[in-house]
């Protein structure tokens, strides 16, 4: 396996790029947009900056790491050589399910097609497809070029045989790849999103502020990142649709999402990528508490 497809240039897309790339892979990112493309790239080269400056690689590790990554606007172009493709487009089950459709159709007969997906269902992705035992979950953390873990989900159909490829391959990135069913929120998001909605229920029901909730846990229970400026990292739109899938899949009401978190979704206040969360991340780029207003 040596030429792998990343479809989509965002957060999780360009890293996962940048992680495949570095490790020797031919890598073909996929975007909708040149615009996406390039600030992806622009991503990825600062990444290799920051690590170089920190003597973990040196200028011809970036060089290389760089000349690995071909891009395309087109996927049935970007997927037509590929040995694996990972899907890391918005969290939408309808877009899934359409590039999945897609990909199924353009990419070769033996190749694996994975989501990065951190909640839909792989069973319902791969339902679309005319190779469901080649379909797998491969659910990166982020910043992916960092964080080790992967989730390797398994979807009702997948191979023994896909898995272990797939358990091989992340091994060979230097992760650490962790085979969970395939049940909404896997693993990681059934025991986190809970956790968030909770901080944000304390907040909303006035018990402390942002910072005071977020010190609590970071110091009493040795959390690295406060739930609330973990889910700001997220996006909280990303989090808001995690518990959406998880209330509609269980249809258990402790899932339900928090209005206050509801609210600053449909208000523009995402996190740190619309500037603003439960934090201040304009120009200053220092913490702030939101106004309470969005109750």
Not at 125 to 134: D, G, L, M, Q, Y
Not at 206 to 219: F, H, N, R, S, Y
Request: proline share 4%; charged share 20%; hydrophobic share 40%.
């Amino acid at each position: 396996m040596k030429n792998i497809t990343v479809i989509g240039a965002g957060t999780m897309g360009n890293g996962i790029a940048h992680t495949f790339a570095q490790s020797g892979f031919n890598v073909s990112l996929v975007d909708i947009s040149q615009e996406n493309i390039d600030r992806g790239l622009g991503t990825i080269s600062k990444n290799l900056d920051r690590m170089i400056a920190k003597e973990r690689i040196t200028e011809a590790d970036k060089s290389a790491t760089l000349g690995n990554i071909t891009t395309f606007l087109d996927l049935k172009t970007g997927v037509a050589q590929a040995d694996l493709v990972v899907e890391a487009a918005t969290e939408n089950v309808d877009l899934k399910l359409k590039i999945f459709s897609e990909m199924d159709e353009f990419a070769p007969a033996d190749c694996i097609l994975s989501t990065n997906t951190s909640s839909i269902s792989i069973t319902q992705i791969a339902a679309v497809t005319n190779r469901p035992e080649k379909v797998i979950g491969m659910h990166f953390m982020n910043p992916v070029p960092i964080m080790k873990l992967v989730e390797i989900i398994r979807g009702y159909s997948t191979s023994d045989e896909v898995t272990t490829t797939i358990m091989e391959l992340s091994k060979q990135l230097g992760k650490t790849p962790t085979e969970v069913n395939d049940y909404p929120g896997f693993v990681a998001n059934r025991i986190l999103m809970p956790m968030i909605n909770e901080a944000i229920e304390t907040l909303y029901n006035g018990v402390a502020g942002v910072e005071e909730i977020d010190t609590v846990m970071k110091l009493g229970m040795a959390h690295p990142m406060g739930p609330l400026q973990l889910a700001d990292f997220i996006g909280l739109d990303v989090c808001l649709s995690i518990l959406n899938v998880m209330h509609d899949g269980f249809k258990n009401p402790k899932y339900a999402p928090c209005p206050l978190l509801v609210n600053m979704v449909m208000a523009g206040k995402k996190g740190v990528k619309s500037g603003e969360g439960f934090y201040d991340y304009s120009e200053s780029r220092k913490a702030e508490k939101v106004s309470a207003s969005f109750k």
